[in-house]
């Protein structure tokens, strides 16, 4: 998977509306991940210096945040829910046949750098565990039968 870095130029139009101020960081960090699906390292140390603040403070904000991610992110990001409810509905297989068809695991982007994997808490669906969401879309009860059809649409950049 190619890596995304940031330019001099990038970086300009990302902070273009933002003053140089600390209490911006989060927004100008939430910016990029979204740009870039990842909070590239010479973006956290470009906007230490544009805002006169250390890199540890950012670093820290950084990890802090769910929504934000030091590490490339895929082009889809797939949130199974592992909650009591999903759990007992089958959350468990639904996460093995995610990992065997995509060949990751838990926190991890596929080679082609198409989708990431996360396993998270309750996403409030209960009625329709076993739960995930892809990209925001949310898919309940879900089978493995309908996986791969799933990703085949998301790959091809279909609306699903
Ligand atoms: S436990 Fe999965 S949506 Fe609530």
């Known amino acids: 998977m190619a890596i995304p870095a940031i330019s001099d130029q990038d970086f300009d139009r990302l902070t273009r509306a933002y003053?140089?101020?600390r209490r911006?960081?989060?927004a100008v960090m939430q910016d990029m991940q979204r740009r870039y699906n990842y909070i590239p390292p010479e973006g956290l140390t470009a906007l230490a210096e544009y805002l006169n603040c250390p890199v540890a403070e950012l670093y820290s904000m950084a990890t802090f945040y769910k929504?934000?991610?030091?590490?490339?992110?895929?082009?889809?990001i797939i949130k199974v829910c592992d909650g009591t409810a999903c759990h007992i509905r089958g959350?468990?297989?639904?996460?093995?046949?995610?990992?065997a068809?995509?060949?990751?695991?838990?926190?991890e982007t596929t080679e082609d750098g198409e989708f990431s994997l996360e396993l998270v808490n309750c996403l409030g669906s209960c009625?329709?565990?076993?739960v995930m969401v892809v990209d925001g879309v949310y898919y309940g009860k879900v089978t493995l039968e309908s996986l791969p059809d799933i990703f085949n649409r998301l790959r091809e950049g279909a609306a699903v």
Request: hydrophobic share 45%; aromatic share 2%.
């Open 24 to 26: 911006y960081a989060l």
């Open 67 to 76: 929504a934000l991610s030091l590490k490339p992110k895929g082009n889809h």
């Open 19 to 21: 003053p140089s101020d």
């Open 127 to 130: 009625a329709l565990a076993p």
């Open 101 to 107: 068809a995509l060949g990751i695991g838990p926190e």
């Open 91 to 99: 959350s468990v297989n639904l996460l093995n046949g995610i990992m």
